[in-house]
């Protein structure tokens, strides 16, 4: 008898990992050879401006010998032949070098590498050829290895640096190895100075000569090396410091957004739903009844309008504002923009704009300017009187930068009072007789603002007549001036801090 | 009388939307998560799609959705669609009417929550009446 075969979905295991995932592996990162091709090619371009230094240094020499008594006046042997043929070379070589790095700008890391190794590799080749024809031992020539072995340490692994090393020091042997085996005349470009004869009378005073050339380099080396290592490192921290910072930065924003819509969603249904039994469609409602749900209703516009502001105003107070990107606004369009949100509520309350809105620029950053004005001017929206106007002026304010000025014909602020209008949740007794639905936090925000953009807020009130707010912002081209950058995150979403 | 489709997690609000907007004479349907809004819009085309921004799995399905109304669905390109969202246009990380565009948020208008109902009926109509 055949059994009904029945499909399974295959069982589905997970188990939560105890340690958060992070981004990249902790701890410090390890400190390798991974400049970029970029500032390896960067690097290959200076080697090449140094390289014409030398050739300066050795057509020089070349020239002075073939000068009849200038080299004698500066006590050296006129030598005109190879300090003008590796100058010669060196310059072709530069000339190549130079060609080829810039047709490597795009490359790979690994090609621009090699370009640099190529250069290196040649350096130490003529290098050789000077420091034997100029005295191996009779000059100090031989040190301008050095340089090599220098920038090898700072531009090239700690391997490969050793490798720059070794070579300077199997080539600088084998020259004055072969000197003493009497397979080249030593030489010497000093005038009159004695020169040896093959190891001469004085065998270990040649060998300690030259170990001594190879141990200070070595010991240059190891001390670069260091050093350098040290400070890779550092930078590596540093920019993993700052990778963390922005994913941090990033994730409180995306954590705000969320939060912002999970607290005010409950409250528009709320909202939603009063509106439905208030307008009767679900049949007719107690004038009680009605009465009581429309509180309901109110008081949950309320409550997600205090949210929103209690949500920015933590956002303004938990970040370091000066780390956000400022950039030159456009006074005037931000002054426009935010009259276009409030003209809605502006048209319900009766209220119009007089608008003198002139060209003017500040720096900081876009989001909290806009916050800044929104507030201001809204408020002299909602604590005027039906009919009454909003006059909102800017224009360029010399070497301050702009100034804005929002003057109502409102309720006005008792003069006692005003001091105390930017701290958080205060409203005065008239305040609240007039709108009940305000937060209490939106000056607080203002003063936030104000304070991390060095804008000044000057206020002017009369009780019953009005209040009157000059905003005096800072010249554009302040610290810190990015330009304008894309606001979107991962998710698609807007961010700006 | 035109068939509106809402697309909104909150089961609430669009509950109590979908019944201002039947009382105002329109057929309104609901979704609750993306996924089946796109089959059951290639079922029946809406005259509008109402659409909330954030949802419990994705915070930006509903700027995704529009996207793929816009550029991927063919028979649904014109369909006009209303935004709805929670989050504030004064927000620093708020989008207003000016964010609207072809690309990035492919939608017609976009109202706030918590929205009058009143209001939401009037943008609807003008949507409605624009399309004809």
């Known amino acids: ?497 | 009388m035109a068939y509106l489709l809402i697309v909104d997690d909150d089961e609430d609000f669009a509950a109590a939307a979908a019944k201002a907007l039947s009382h105002a004479g329109h057929e309104v349907g609901i979704r609750l998560e993306t996924g089946s809004a796109v089959s059951s819009m290639e079922r029946r085309r809406p005259d509008l799609l109402i659409l909330d921004v954030m949802f419990p799995e994705d915070a930006s399905a509903g700027f995704e959705l529009a996207r793929r109304i816009r550029h991927d669905c063919e028979h649904l390109k014109g369909l006009p669609i209303l935004m709805l969202t929670a989050v504030n246009v004064k927000f620093p990380l708020g989008f207003g009417l000016d964010t609207i565009d072809d690309t990035w948020m492919p939608v017609d208008d976009f109202v706030e929550k918590p929205v009058d109902l009143d209001v939401l009926n009037s943008r609807v109509s003008a949507l409605l009446s624009a399309k004809v």
């Open chain 1, 1 to 497: 008898m055949g059994m009904a075969r029945i499909d399974v979905a295959p069982t589905a295991v997970y188990e939560l990992p105890l340690v958060r995932a992070a981004a990249s592996a902790p701890g410090l990162p390890a400190v390798g050879p991974s400049l970029p091709a970029s500032l390896l090619l960067k690097n290959a371009l200076w080697f090449c401006r140094l390289r014409w230094i030398v050739v300066a240094i050795l057509g020089t020499l070349g020239v002075l010998g073939l000068v009849p008594g200038a080299c004698s006046r500066l006590g050296l042997l006129p030598v005109y032949d190879w300090p003008l043929v590796a100058a010669g070379v060196l310059a072709l070589g530069n000339l190549g070098f130079s060609a080829a790095t810039h047709l490597l700008k795009g490359s790979t890391a690994r090609r621009a590498r090699l370009n640099l190794w190529a250069q290196v590799a040649f350096d130490l080749a003529v290098l050789t050829g000077v420091v034997h024809f100029a005295g191996s031992l009779e000059t100090n020539v031989a040190f301008a290895y050095l340089f090599h072995i220098v920038l090898a340490c700072i531009f090239l692994s700690r391997g490969e640096s050793l490798a720059v090393t070794l070579i300077a020091c199997v080539l600088y042997t084998l020259c004055v190895a072969a000197e003493g085996a009497g397979l080249l005349a030593p030489q010497t470009i000093y005038a009159g100075a004695p020169v040896r004869e093959g190891l001469g009378p004085a065998p270990w005073a040649f060998v300690w000569n030259l170990a001594l050339a190879l141990g200070i380099w070595l010991a240059v080396w190891y001390l670069t090396t260091h050093l350098t290592d040290t400070v890779r490192r550092r930078d590596r921290e540093l920019a993993e410091t700052n990778r963390r910072l922005e994913a941090a930065l990033d994730e409180r924003s995306k954590h705000m957004l969320r939060t912002t819509h999970e607290l005010k969603a409950p409250f528009a249904a709320i909202h939603a739903t009063t509106q439905v039994l208030l307008s009767g469609q679900c049949g007719p409602l107690p004038d009680e009844a009605a009465a009581f749900i429309g509180r309901i209703s109110t008081r949950c516009r309320r409550l997600a309008s205090e949210i929103q502001d209690m949500v920015q105003l933590a956002n303004l107070r938990s970040e370091s504002q000066g780390s956000l990107p400022r950039a030159d606004l456009d006074v005037a369009e931000i002054v426009r923009w935010c009259i276009a949100q409030i003209q809605p509520l502006a048209e319900e309350r009766r209220v119009v704009f007089a608008n003198d809105i002139r060209d003017a620029w500040t720096t900081g950053v876009e989001d909290h300017v806009k916050m800044l004005f929104a507030n201001v001017i809204g408020n002299a929206v909602t604590y005027s009187r039906a009919g009454g106007t909003v006059r909102v002026q800017s224009e360029p304010s010399g070497p301050s930068g702009a100034v804005v000025v929002v003057e109502d014909e409102g309720i006005g602020i008792p003069a006692a009072k005003l001091p105390h209008i930017f701290e958080e949740y205060y409203r005065t007794d008239e305040a609240v007789r007039h709108n009940t639905q305000s937060s209490g936090l939106g000056l607080a925000i203002v003063r936030h603002v104000a304070q991390a953009h060095g804008i000044r807020v000057r206020v002017e009130s009369r009780l019953g007549v009005g209040t009157r707010f000059q905003i005096g912002l800072p010249p554009r081209g302040g610290p810190g001036v990015s330009s304008a950058r894309n606001k979107e995150t991962d998710d698609g979403l807007p961010v700006d801090c």
